[in-house]
């Protein structure tokens, strides 16, 4: 589409109106705490199955149960634990990314303010069950890249880059993928992207263009969504590594 442009994420949300109250939460999934949380969305499809945005919250605790959606997640502020039901306790920080599986059987634990950027995907055709071999991932920025192989050279303006992925976590329906990745510089021929991706520039610099020739900048530290469906051409002058979460429709 046309009018499709990339979404560049603020961690202070709207620019006029900020961050919005999202209101109480439950008080039957709450262990402890009054939680007030705040929030601004960025991208929500018609089916909400695939919503991201920012999102900030008071201390609380709530009630251990299987996490129920695919989320993840990019701390800002602050600290989240989260205790899995093996007894295992992992706390992300700020500056820190990870991934909670859907059925993970934990408990969120904030003992802090906290802020993040969030993607989550929510397939009510996916039953939730517990499953008790699922624990949230860590995203580590500098593990080893599998060289990805196979390039058709035909999608690229300039020659075949070297390009690295690590898949940390995809959904049973294979729709919902979050990683890391590489590329040596490149430039792809301009084309519709098929899927909606949020993503965390690491290193390096580029450019995305829209079908309408609207130039997005990027560099290192920017977080922004390409929505499905928008013209896009990518282009990277300098070696590029990024954290992504991606959902095909």
């Known amino acids: 589409m046309a009018d499709l442009t ?8 709207d620019p006029d109106y900020g961050l919005h109250d999202w209101g109480a939460y439950p008080p039957e999934i ?40 695919d989320e993840f997640m990019i701390v800002l502020e602050g600290s989240i634990i989260i205790e899995h039901e093996s007894g295992q306790t ?9 991934i909670i599986p859907k059925g993970t059987p934990c408990s969120w634990k904030q003992d802090e303010y906290t802020r993040k950027f969030y993607a989550i995907h929510d397939d009510p055709d996916i039953p939730l069950q517990a499953n008790p071999d699922l624990n949230a991932i860590r995203v580590d920025p500098n593990a080893e890249l599998p060289i990805v192989s196979g390039h058709d050279p035909a999608i690229y303006e300039s020659e075949v880059p070297n390009m690295g992925l690590l898949a940390l976590y995809k959904d049973p329906s294979g729709r919902f993928l979050a990683g890391v990745w590489d590329c040596s510089p490149m430039k792809r021929i301009a084309g519709t992207i098929e899927r909606s991706e949020l993503m965390h520039i690491l290193e390096g610099s580029g450019s995305i263009t829209n079908a309408d020739g609207v130039v997005f900048n990027f560099k290192a530290g ?11 051409q990518w282009q990277n002058d300098e070696y590029v590594k990024k954290i992504f979460c991606s959902y095909t429709p």
């Open 90 to 98: 992992d706390r992300f920080r700020a500056g820190e990314s990870f």
């Open 6 to 13: 990339v979404i560049k994420y603020d961690r202070n949300g």
């Open 30 to 69: 709450l262990q402890s705490g009054d939680p007030v949380q705040k929030g601004h969305s960025y991208l929500d499809t018609a089916s909400s199955i695939f919503s991201s945005g920012v999102w900030d919250c008071t201390a609380h605790e709530l009630l251990p149960g299987p996490y129920d959606v």
């Open 222 to 232: 920017d977080t922004f969504m390409v929505p499905v469906g928008m013209g896009y």
